[in-house]
């Protein structure tokens, strides 16, 4: 027999019964029934039900282990009563009677329990990953990350995509984020650096001649953390195609991602429609570049219904340049209650509060103080249909510019009785974020937010260029290597008109896919950072490698990264990253568990020829 199992602890059932079997794990539980113990005895497979009474001569060493030790057992597989059978577990039916046992490693006392559900806190949970692993939802999740990579490779390798490796050690490239540099020791005072993405290198294979490229790719970045980024590393599929458009990238990426989804959603359903927003519409409809769809609600531009009207505040505002009211319909949101809770959403967000209008039914109270009367005289003339029923708009918003300005409102938004509707003004960069988040949970407090599906749309028409508020100067928005729509022709006009062939993919209100179509013609690059200030020696001098490439027969090109932790995340339906990644760090970008960052010995320093100057 093999020295550490026959079997693993979800291998046994009815057929085993009277079967001599080998078994190794951890102790999940221990219970003493009248004197005879049970152990839910646990590996990576499985739970089976393992049992020894005093008639065992394994029974005093049996007394002695303790929740997470690692034992070994021998014993001989019985049935079950049928009023005992667990139907909850694959063994269920049988269990095993402890003959031997032996004590393959003992557990201190435990600083955070393996069985259960208890949370704890995520200093706890990081400084003793390896326990923290052992539960039964994080080996589910870190399973499910292990398939769902196995799976995106398959479905690659089936649309002849080649996996290649790019280096993980390079030169420093700025994408956006800060670099993770590392000092080299034989070229004393000069650097390397983690690679943020495999962006050039997959762009230098297509000049090479490989037709469709992807890989699982590390990919380094000192970033802040949030609940959907890590702060040191991550893996994307990181893919690139010759010869190639927009549209093609599209038609690769969804059925990979489609089938993921569906593989691995838990039956949630997967959209087969993913419609092609621009940037623009995105930030107007949904206040965000990576909407959620789930949530039916798009916000509107109103303007023209408070321009010159009786609430100053809006009317007031109309009148600076670059300025818009838009607002966000609530179907069903309409009473004074939850505009209340919505009003205090926006003063914890930072705002002064959020305008409302919320339509119901005529009362007599409403027409009681209209009117000036009382209300039993306004509830008789209600009723004898001498004052017109029906709807009304409430709020003191709807006061101050009156009823036709309300009337219009409700009818360009489509609501109706029930029904309210929110109001943010200013330049919209400075309040879109607030809208796109006040949208997010009026769509979950009310109930209109579908989440049983998995809603996708390609953010499309992305600006190149911004200008600065108050320097005036022109710089890049989004990813300068992306080719102008338009071409070099696109770059002669307005810079803040020119779009680019670069797109994200968003899906339930994250980001899991961002790509273009690659500015491969040198003479277009260097216009498009001329424009931004970047003279041609400094493209060079920063991009010399990719630039010299272009240079030799670069063929169209372009590609995508669709984030892997990400979609694990959506798939396991966990809030935070951590929840998918083994080995995570927390939100100081500290490794608890491996003490890291750690100082380093003077000898490594002086072997780089480094010193590390104190901070005060």
């Not at 039916?93 to 557990?107: H, N, P, Q, T």
């Not at 990350?145 to 490779?153: E, G, N």
């Not at 037709?211 to 990919?219: E, H, L, R, S």
């Not at 970008?589 to 750690?598: R, S, V």
Request: overall charge negative; glycine content about 8%.
């Amino acid at each position: 027999m093999h020295p550490y199992r026959s079997h693993t602890c979800a291998d046994l059932s009815k057929e085993n019964v009277g079967d001599k079997v080998r078994l190794s794990g951890w102790v999940h539980r221990v219970r003493d029934h009248g004197g005879i113990l049970f152990i839910d005895l646990r590996d990576h497979y499985g739970i089976t039900q393992v049992l020894c009474d005093p008639d065992s001569p394994a029974f005093a060493d049996v007394e002695k282990v303790r929740s997470e030790w690692c034992i070994r057992i021998d014993g001989e597989v019985k049935a079950r009563a049928d009023d005992l059978v667990n139907a909850k577990i694959p063994t269920g039916e049988i269990e095993v009677f402890v003959r031997d046992i032996e004590v393959l490693g003992a557990s201190k006392e435990l600083p955070l329990q393996v069985f259960g559900d208890q949370e704890y806190p995520e200093e706890t949970r990081l400084r003793y990953r390896y326990l923290d692993l052992r539960r039964e939802k994080m080996q589910a999740n870190m399973v499910l990350r292990s398939d769902v990579v196995s799976s995106i490779r398959k479905r690659m390798w089936d649309r002849k995509f080649k996996e290649f490796q790019t280096p993980i050690i390079t030169a420093s490239s700025p994408e956006g984020a800060r670099d993770f540099l590392v000092p080299s020791r034989l070229h004393p005072g000069k650097f390397y650096a983690l690679p943020q993405a495999p962006q050039q290198f997959k762009q230098l294979l297509m000049v090479s001649g490989f037709d469709k490229y992807f890989q699982i790719a590390p990919c380094f970045r000192d970033e802040d953390p949030r609940a959907d980024r890590s702060p040191t590393d991550f893996y994307q599929l990181d893919l690139e195609m010759s010869f190639v458009e927009q549209q093609d990238v599209f038609d690769t990426i969804q059925p990979v991602l489609t089938g993921i989804f569906e593989e691995f959603g838990g039956g949630k359903s997967v959209d087969q429609e993913w419609p092609q927003i621009s940037y623009k519409d995105a930030a107007l409809w949904y206040g965000s570049d990576k909407p959620d769809l789930r949530n039916p609600i798009k916000m509107q531009v109103v303007s023209e219904h408070f321009a010159g009207s009786g609430f100053a505040i809006f009317a007031k505002l109309l009148e600076q340049e670059g300025t818009q009211i838009r607002a966000i319909p609530a179907p069903t949101g309409g009473s004074r209650k939850f505009c209340d809770r919505m009003n205090a959403f926006a003063q914890k967000e930072g705002l002064p509060g959020m305008g409302y209008i919320f339509w119901r039914e005529k009362t007599a109270d409403s027409v009681a103080q209209e009117l000036g009367i009382p209300v039993k005289e306004a509830q008789a003339k209600l009723k004898s249909g001498e004052v017109e029923g029906g709807m009304e708009a409430a709020g003191p918003l709807a006061k101050n510019i009156g009823p036709e300005r309300t009337e219009a409102i409700r009818q360009q938004l489509g609501l109706s009785v029930g029904d309210a509707a929110f109001f943010l003004g200013g330049k919209p960069k400075a309040f879109e974020g607030v809208a796109g988040r006040a949208r997010n949970v009026i769509g979950s407090e009310l109930g209109l937010t579908d989440e049983n599906r998995f809603a996708f749309a390609w953010i499309v028409d992305f600006p190149i260029y911004e200008k600065d508020a108050e320097t005036g100067k022109i710089d890049f928005e989004h990813n300068p290597f992306s080719m102008p729509q338009g071409g070099m022709d696109a770059l002669m006009g307005d810079p803040l008109e020119v779009l680019g062939y670069q797109y994200d993919l968003a899906c339930n209100g994250y980001e899991l896919v961002s790509g273009a179509i690659r500015n491969h013609k040198p003479e277009i690059m260097f216009k498009a950072f001329e424009i931004a200030g970047y003279g041609k020696d400094e493209v060079e001098k920063r991009f010399g490698g990719m630039v010299n490439a272009f240079q030799y027969g670069a063929p169209p090109h372009g590609g995508c990264a669709a984030g892997i932790d990400r979609i694990v995340m959506l798939l396991a339906e966990e809030a935070n990253i951590r929840e998918v990644i083994l080995f995570p760090m927390n939100q100081r970008a500290e490794d608890l568990m491996m003490n890291a960052p750690n100082d380093p010995m003077p000898d490594q320093l002086m072997e780089l020829g480094l010193r590390v100057i104190p901070q005060d």
